[in-house]
């Protein structure tokens, strides 16, 4: 027997990809975290290349939900794209949780996702896809921080696809000329893509695959819903 959805729908809005394994990788991760929390709706939409786009998922939703961008930074996803698209879907009151980076459960997911490549030390580039928003870029570098204390205290420069500096093989050039010849990245990706696939062509040694549906992921998922759903519940007592 299926236990009854309680609370507002989780919609998790994806990039997309012309990846095909993206959108299989985004799904398994949504099965994870439907898995851990049965009790809550979870939907899928994507801000483009992807079906279902993301409006198309609004519209077809009763109430106003809860997004929760599959996204590591405040870049211009989350500032300009996701509200222009609860403009034109009629959802203009949904929460938006916040994203996914940082937070010790995606150090966590990092981690992981490392050991299981075959880790066994030395510096790491921590790869994101970049953002011109220095918010975004701050948010990376306190994940690099973070990621660098959980192993032991190890260089992690935060290093990106676009957008930003610098990138991957710049990373790894400057680790090598600091001495460095053991260089590991850490794919801080939701999922296979471009810039995923570019970055790990870049890497000289260990490569992590993309996050997916690492059980921390799914955790955090969670985590920021439920942050979303309690401020939307003080606001209105308020």
Same mark, same amino acid.
């Given at each position: 027997m299926t236990a009854a959805y309680t609370g507002p729908t989780l919609v998790?809005?994806?990039h997309g990809s012309p990846d095909p394994r993206a959108q299989h990788t985004v799904r398994a991760l949504l099965r994870r975290v439907r898995a851990l929390r049965p009790t809550v709706r979870v939907e899928l939409g994507h801000l483009e290349t992807d079906q279902p786009l993301l409006a198309d998922t609004l519209r077809g939703l009763r109430g106003e939900p809860v997004l929760v961008p599959l996204l590591f930074g405040r870049g211009y996803h989350i500032k300009h794209d996701i509200p222009g698209v609860l403009a034109e879907a009629g959802h203009h009151s949904a929460?938006?949780?916040?994203?996914? %980076?940082? @937070? =010790?459960?995606l150090v966590d997911a990092l981690h992981g996702r490392l050991l299981q490549a075959g880790y066994r030390?030395?510096?790491?580039v921590l790869a994101a896809a970049g953002s011109r928003d220095p918010e975004s870029a701050a948010g990376t570098r306190y994940t690099a921080g973070m990621l660098a204390a959980r192993l032991g205290g190890v260089p992690v420069v935060p290093a990106y696809a676009s957008a930003a500096a610098p990138t991957v093989p710049e990373a790894v050039a400057g680790l090598r000329a600091a001495g460095h010849r053991e260089i590991a990245v850490a794919s801080c990706f939701a999922a296979p893509g471009y810039f995923a696939t570019r970055c790990a062509e870049a890497a000289p040694g260990v490569v992590s695959a993309p996050l %997916?549906? @690492? =059980?921390?992921?799914?955790?955090?998922?969670?985590?920021?819903?439920?942050?979303?759903?309690?401020?939307?519940?003080?606001?209105?007592?308020?």
């Amino acid at each position: 027997m299926t236990a009854a959805y309680t609370g507002p729908t989780l919609v998790a809005v994806a990039h997309g990809s012309p990846d095909p394994r993206a959108q299989h990788t985004v799904r398994a991760l949504l099965r994870r975290v439907r898995a851990l929390r049965p009790t809550v709706r979870v939907e899928l939409g994507h801000l483009e290349t992807d079906q279902p786009l993301l409006a198309d998922t609004l519209r077809g939703l009763r109430g106003e939900p809860v997004l929760v961008p599959l996204l590591f930074g405040r870049g211009y996803h989350i500032k300009h794209d996701i509200p222009g698209v609860l403009a034109e879907a009629g959802h203009h009151s949904a929460a938006v949780a916040a994203c996914l %980076g940082p @937070h =010790p459960l995606l150090v966590d997911a990092l981690h992981g996702r490392l050991l299981q490549a075959g880790y066994r030390g030395g510096p790491v580039v921590l790869a994101a896809a970049g953002s011109r928003d220095p918010e975004s870029a701050a948010g990376t570098r306190y994940t690099a921080g973070m990621l660098a204390a959980r192993l032991g205290g190890v260089p992690v420069v935060p290093a990106y696809a676009s957008a930003a500096a610098p990138t991957v093989p710049e990373a790894v050039a400057g680790l090598r000329a600091a001495g460095h010849r053991e260089i590991a990245v850490a794919s801080c990706f939701a999922a296979p893509g471009y810039f995923a696939t570019r970055c790990a062509e870049a890497a000289p040694g260990v490569v992590s695959a993309p996050l %997916g549906a @690492h =059980p921390a992921l799914a955790r955090l998922l969670l985590h920021r819903y439920d942050q979303a759903v309690a401020a939307r519940r003080s606001a209105l007592v308020a």
